[in-house]
């Protein structure tokens, strides 16, 4: 089980219906997030779209953190705007790979998948701020070494 708050800054955006922007906050650490306003519902269903990706180099050791997660915001109140609720699948993945010239090489693959519920609130329009809160529960994890 994981908690966790995000907060968005918005930098991109081309319609009222798709927003595009950076993502900061646990698990994405930093990341992109789109979101597509769909004519559900009265205007306040939203597909919603979040990826990272990080390398780190450690030594002699490469490190790829990933996160992706697919899901749809609704909104309560008002189209795209407000308070709203999150439900979602959350992939948490990292990989890694160790060079040594007396052990040689290794590699490890560990990744989590999440459902995710959150709440949150959008507030402002082009550029914007949205903090979450929200529960993951895992839904189960996979190791390769």
Same mark, same amino acid.
């Given at each position: 089980?994981? #908690?966790?708050?995000?907060?968005?800054?918005? @930098?991109?955006?081309?319609?009222?219906?798709?927003?595009?922007?950076?993502? &900061?906050?646990?698990?994405?650490?930093?990341? &992109?997030?789109? $979101?597509?306003?769909?004519?559900?519902?009265?205007?306040? %269903?939203?597909?919603?779209?979040?990826?990272?990706?990080?390398?780190?180099?450690?030594?002699?050791?490469? %490190?790829?953190?990933?996160?992706?997660?697919?899901?749809?915001?609704?909104?309560?109140?008002? $189209?795209?705007?407000?308070?709203?609720? #999150?439900?979602?699948?959350? @992939?948490?993945?990292?990989?890694?790979?160790?060079?040594?010239? =007396?052990?040689?090489?290794?590699?490890?693959?560990?990744?989590?998948?999440? %459902?995710?519920?959150? %709440?949150?609130?959008?507030?402002?329009?082009?550029?914007?701020?949205?903090?979450?809160?929200?529960?993951? =529960? &895992? &839904?189960?994890?996979?190791?390769?070494?």
């Amino acid at each position: 089980m994981f #908690h966790y708050c995000s907060f968005y800054s918005i @930098r991109i955006c081309p319609g009222k219906t798709l927003r595009i922007g950076l993502k &900061l906050g646990v698990p994405n650490i930093v990341g &992109l997030n789109f $979101e597509y306003a769909t004519p559900a519902l009265n205007n306040k %269903l939203a597909a919603a779209l979040d990826f990272s990706f990080i390398p780190i180099t450690i030594a002699d050791v490469d %490190l790829k953190f990933t996160y992706f997660e697919l899901g749809a915001n609704y909104y309560f109140v008002k $189209e795209g705007k407000g308070p709203y609720g #999150h439900f979602s699948y959350g @992939r948490i993945g990292f990989d890694g790979t160790y060079t040594d010239d =007396t052990y040689g090489e290794g590699t490890a693959k560990v990744g989590f998948s999440l %459902l995710n519920f959150k %709440l949150g609130a959008k507030f402002g329009n082009g550029f914007y701020f949205r903090p979450e809160i929200g529960y993951a =529960t &895992l &839904l189960g994890g996979s190791t390769e070494c």
